[in-house]
């Protein structure tokens, strides 16, 4: 839009505003009065357009400006139209700074987000490096001896990679099976244990107790499962002369 039909456009917004608004009636609406006022407004306030004039006066007419137009009411004053402007500048100044922490935070939030998986790849490639050295080395010089030397976070990383297999149906249950029985073991390990704190024999007992039971305990459950991704990759990896190994 050209500054000529801006101005225009100003004068017209006015002109129906200030009737709306502060009650001047149309006979008392000086033209000059109008013009000099859009002048004021491009001169003071060249960073509103018409939409936002249009919402200040709107705004004021909700009472969500603390501006009051009353005050003048039936007289058309650029001092008003001064006040009214100053607080909806200051009222979308404060929105504008708000979206645009928001808009910060969200581009924070996203960098961040893309150096944890950028990260987290890395971490995820280190882990295939090292597993695929410990299978050609297992034979050899194996990197583990035994199933609870094995990496609990590997097995889910491997996984995913399709490197190992998920296992499915009996073959799963056969190895959770597994996996509480030696849990229960490595509890009796603590329980009769004459280096471990009396706390920790405490909580072996209601460990093993609640899996006697059959009762369900979170503790034994991140437990046993701990010890069943050890011993998914620890299929992997057991040396030949461990084949027999149970």
């Not at 039936?74 to 006040?83: D, H, K, M, V, Y």
């Not at 924070?108 to 890395?122: F, G, I, L, Q, V």
Request: hydrophobic content about 40%.
């Amino acid at each position: 839009m050209q500054p000529k039909e801006a101005l225009q456009g100003l004068e017209m917004n006015l002109s129906y505003n200030i009737g709306n608004y502060m009650g001047v009636k149309p006979s008392m609406i000086n033209q000059q009065q109008i013009q000099e006022a859009a002048l004021f407004i491009v001169q003071k306030f060249p960073m509103l357009g018409l939409g936002d004039i249009w919402e200040a006066f709107k705004m004021v007419g909700a009472k969500e400006l603390d501006v009051d137009l009353k005050a003048y009411y039936g007289t058309f004053s650029i001092i008003a139209i001064g006040e009214m402007l100053t607080a909806y500048l200051k009222y979308r100044n404060t929105i504008l700074s708000k979206v645009q922490d928001e808009v910060e935070q969200a581009e924070k939030k996203a960098k961040e987000a893309a150096e944890r998986e950028a990260k987290n790849a890395e971490a995820q490639q280190q882990v295939v490096f090292e597993y695929q050295l410990a299978l050609e080395a297992k034979d050899e010089m194996p990197f583990f001896t035994h199933w609870n030397q094995c990496k609990t976070h590997w097995a889910k990383i491997l996984v995913e990679a399709g490197i190992i297999e998920a296992l499915q149906g009996d073959e799963q249950t056969a190895m959770k099976t597994k996996a509480r029985k030696l849990a229960s073991y490595e509890l009796d390990k603590i329980i009769f244990s004459d280096s471990a704190r009396q706390s920790e024999k405490a909580a072996a007992r209601k460990m093993k107790k609640d899996f006697e039971a059959n009762v369900k305990n979170e503790n034994f459950i991140a437990m046993w499962l701990n010890i069943y991704s050890k011993l998914r990759v620890w299929e992997y990896l057991k040396p030949q002369y461990k084949k027999d190994i149970k």
